[in-house]
């Protein structure tokens, strides 16, 4: 299955900034995922990313707050825009791989303060 | 939202088997069911899916009833490691929504 890595791991940032999340893959892949996980909390997702074309955003998640780049097909990022403390949470990007389903980044945890 | 209901929290002996119940009654044709499992707010770890057979890896098994609106997870003999959140996600090839899960505790 594809291996995943995601920077940063943790981050700590004052309200009103933004924070780009970057999730760097070790194969070519069509499709990655960007999820939100609040504390104690399942995962929900916030938008699909495919290569060439614009994010896929899911209910409640828009362009201007997470705006999502692809530029190629082992690479995404996620920026999360004007920070407030609500934004707290681990965000974590995954992939399909195939017959294994999906694999996940471990995850940046950001704290907002 | 999510198309699975799991029970919210289940506790396990150390060396029994863990059956972790999951329904999923809207199930289509061509959903299949995964699990997923994520140990200390990491990443969520592939367990296994299926898709109408039962399936086994050397994780776990999966049995899927014949009308495939319901499926159990089987852990053949929990360790404390596998003290986890567990979710049952019902999906094609187009993405995962997650449900609220299942989680374990396995006891000394």
């Known amino acids: 299955s594809a291996v995943i890595s995601q920077k940063p791991s943790r981050d700590i940032c004052q309200r009103g900034t933004s924070l780009t999340i970057q999730c760097q893959v070790d194969s070519q892949v069509t499709m990655m995922f960007w999820y939100r996980q609040q504390p104690g909390q399942s995962l929900t997702l916030i938008a699909t990313?495919?290569?060439?074309?614009?994010?896929?955003?899911e209910s409640g998640f828009v362009i201007d707050k997470f705006p999502i780049s692809r530029p190629n097909l082992t690479f995404s990022t996620l920026t999360v825009s004007n920070m407030s403390p609500e934004d707290s949470s681990i965000y974590l990007c995954?992939?399909?791989?195939?017959?294994?389903?999906?694999?996940f980044g471990s995850g940046t945890r950001l704290t907002v303060v | 939202d999510a198309k699975t209901t799991q029970p919210p929290s289940m506790d396990c002996a150390e060396g029994r088997a863990a059956n972790l119940p999951c329904n999923h009654s809207?199930?289509?044709?061509?959903?299949?069911v995964y699990w997923y499992r994520q140990i200390h707010s990491q990443g969520p770890q592939y367990i296994i899916h299926g898709l109408k057979n039962n399936e086994t890896n050397e994780m776990a098994s999966l049995i899927i009833t014949e009308d495939r609106k319901s499926s159990t997870l089987i852990l053949p003999h929990a360790t404390l490691r596998d003290t986890a959140v567990y979710y049952c996600?019902?999906?094609?090839?187009?993405?995962?929504?997650f449900g609220q899960g299942t989680r374990l505790t396995i006891n000394p």
């Open positions: 990313a495919n290569q060439g074309s614009e994010a896929t955003y």
């Open positions: 809207t199930i289509s044709g061509n959903e299949y």
């Open positions: 996600i019902v999906g094609g090839a187009q993405k995962l929504v």
């Open positions: 995954s992939v399909g791989a195939g017959y294994y389903g999906y694999t």
